[in-house]
């Protein structure tokens, strides 16, 4: 009984890890695509100064 216990907790853990990887490779592709629209934006504005849209 312990064993198939441990299997299926396996089973859960490895399933709720792979769902969360998945969520935070979704969130990643994102921010890159936000980033990188920064840079494509930002310089088009103009504004005198040409720079990162962001402060760090």
């Known amino acids: ?3 198939i216990l441990l ?3 396996l089973a859960l853990i ?3 890890a792979g769902f969360a ?3 935070l490779w979704w969130i ?3 921010v890159l695509v936000v980033w990188l629209l920064g840079f ?3 310089p088009a504005a ?3 100064r040409r720079g990162r849209w962001y402060r760090w």
């Open 1 to 3: 009984m312990v064993p």
């Open 14 to 16: 490895l399933f709720g």
């Open 21 to 23: 990887l998945k969520i």
């Open 40 to 42: 494509i934006i930002r």
């Open 28 to 30: 990643a592709a994102i």
């Open 46 to 48: 103009g504004g005198g």
């Open 7 to 9: 299997v299926l907790l």
